[in-house]
Every structure is written in structure tokens, then in C-alpha cells.
């Protein structure tokens, strides 16, 4: 339960970083045969199509700037992707740029 609440901790995190005041994060979470399927959904700037492959890897940053002018590590995502691997999940991210992203995380219950 800690790990998984350090990975939602992360997702929102970075939802409400990369958002302009007065936009919605939407969380939803959800069950399915013998899965947990969790979505963080932010209407922030976005991430570029070239960038999406490099988001779960350590020490990668996109060149979208958050929206308050904070930088991070390029860490967060990658120990996000090793929790949910080790609890024999996946994670996936969607995005256009200047139309927010999307994180699921999938997770056998």
C-alpha cells in the first residue's frame, strides 16, 4: 500500500505541476477481471509525441516547463514504472501537446 500510494503520490504530483490554475485533474479507479486500473487525467500543457517514449526513463526530462517554473530529477517517473512493474503491472502515458496527459496504471488485484 505505501508503494502504491508513492506512486499516486507522483502522479498527481506532476498532474498539478504541469497544470495551469482553474483546470481539472481528474483521478478514476477502477476494477476488472482480477485487475486495478488506476488514470490520473490532468488538462495541463501536454507532452510532445517525440518526448513520450523517454518519460519513464531515469534522468529524462521533456522540455514542456512545468507550469510554476520548478524542475525535477527525471526520477519520478522511472521509480513510478519499477513500483508498478514489481507489482506486476503496467504503465502507459497519453498526451498531445497543449491538450493535457493521461497516466494509467494496471495492476493485478
Known amino acids: 500500500p ?12 506532476n498532474a498539478i505541476k504541469f497544470s495551469d490554475g482553474g483546470t481539472t485533474i481528474t483521478v478514476r479507479l477502477t476494477t476488472t477481471e482480477g485487475q486495478v486500473r488506476l488514470s490520473v487525467e490532468d488538462q495541463g500543457r501536454g507532452i510532445a509525441p517525440e518526448d513520450l517514449p523517454k518519460l519513464f526513463q531515469p534522468f529524462q526530462q521533456t522540455e514542456t516547463q ?3 517554473g ?4 527525471g ?3 522511472a521509480i513510478v514504472k519499477k513500483i508498478v512493474e514489481l507489482h506486476g503491472g503496467v504503465i502507459e502515458a497519453q498526451s498531445k501537446l ?3 496527459a493521461t497516466f494509467t496504471v494496471t495492476v493485478p488485484a
Open 98 to 100: 497543449g491538450e493535457g
Open 75 to 77: 526520477l519520478g517517473l
Open 2 to 13: 505505501q508503494r502504491m500510494r508513492q506512486v499516486l503520490d507522483n502522479l498527481l504530483s
Open 66 to 68: 512545468a507550469t510554476g
Open 70 to 73: 520548478e524542475r525535477g530529477t
